[in-house]
């Protein structure tokens, strides 16, 4: 059992028998009348973010999430498909649950998927993905030195400002996190 004091960021918890992760956390002390714990939670099922006050009394069970290494096969537009690497099993997830991270994967690619009751609830990415440029206006000679952006159309779809010197097929590191062009690959 966990303490709300306990719930730190990262920390994964049950409220209302669903599965939570806490992104913000933030105590107050009231002196000996105890502690108030503000916290941001996102649900794992539905993906909503919401705001929680709890006193320093209040106990949660930890939320029993575990991660298998799934290999990505393809997608319908409505949901991606998923392989076990162990056991061959083939899963599917709604892109509402994949959270823009279908931006991210190509086919093959090996992902860790977060199970809840051994069901797949989402997708955990690498915080890097290597992607190519599909479309870019051609950055001209003389604006190297501005440091402007233009946008770049990758692989999957994404678009992302990247600077004048990226041309087309230009591999690009992404941040998964941000969705920022850092360098090329």
């Known amino acids: 059992m966990y303490n709300a004091s306990d719930l730190k960021i ?3 918890f049950i409220m209302d028998d669903q599965p939570y992760e806490v992104t913000s956390y933030a105590q107050k002390v009231m002196g000996r009348w105890g502690s108030i714990i503000n916290i941001k939670a996102k649900n794992l099922l539905t993906g909503s ?3 929680k006050t709890f006193s320093d009394h209040d106990r949660f ?3 029993d999430i ?3 290494s799934y290999d990505y096969l393809y997608s319908d537009w409505e949901e991606y498909y998923f392989m076990n690497q162990e056991t061959f099993d083939q899963v ?3 892109k509402n649950a994949l959270d823009w991270a279908e931006f991210f994967l190509t086919d093959g690619d090996k992902v860790k998927l977060q199970e809840f009751n051994w069901n797949p609830i989402n997708v955990h990415l690498e915080p890097v993905c290597v992607l190519e440029v599909m479309e870019t206006p051609p950055g001209e000679k003389w604006d190297t030195a501005t440091g402007w952006k233009k946008p770049a159309t990758l ?3 994404l678009v992302v ?3 004048l010197f990226i041309k087309v097929w230009d591999k690009l590191k992404i941040d998964t996190r941000t969705k920022d062009y850092m360098s090329r690959a």
């Open 66 to 68: 575990i991660t298998n």
């Open 92 to 94: 599917s997830l709604e």
């Open 161 to 163: 400002q990247v600077p």
């Open 61 to 63: 069970e930890p939320a």
């Open 10 to 12: 990262g920390k994964k």
């Open 155 to 157: 692989s999957t779809g």
């Open 49 to 51: 973010n919401i705001p």
